[in-house]
Nanobody, 118 residues
């Protein structure tokens, strides 16, 4: 019914940049918040950045000053601009959203891989 599709991941050298996108589609009446999480093999999934319907943002300490989250409310899309990428940023990045469809629901995208290496 509701799908979240991420894109923009890839292989990049340390110090490089990437821009991730996540588009929500389907019958959605409103979105309360959207967020980016990441998970590396053997590690817990962690919150990277979040933006609410009011535009309030928050970031993990490890990415502050390097990552920026933004949204296009008309297109139900959230972005994650990443600069000064480090090898420790390597992970699968997932989009999450809290939205109203058939009642309030939350969902995950399939993920997009970000690999930072020389």
């Amino acid at each position: 019914q509701v799908q979240l599709v991420e894109s923009g991941g890839g292989l990049v050298q340390p110090g490089g940049s990437l821009r991730l996108s996540c588009a929500a589609s389907g019958v959605i009446f409103s979105i309360h918040a959207m967020a980016w999480y990441r998970q590396a093999p053997g590690k817990q999934r962690e919150l990277v950045a979040q933006i609410t319907e009011t535009g309030t943002t928050k970031y993990a300490d490890s990415v502050k000053g390097r990552f920026a989250i933004s949204s296009d409310n008309l297109k139900n899309t959230v972005f994650l601009q990443m600069i000064s990428l480090k090898p420790e940023d390597t992970a699968a990045y997932y989009c999450n959203a809290l939205y109203y469809s058939c009642g309030w629901e939350s969902g995950w995208g399939q993920g997009t891989q970000v690999t930072v290496s020389s």
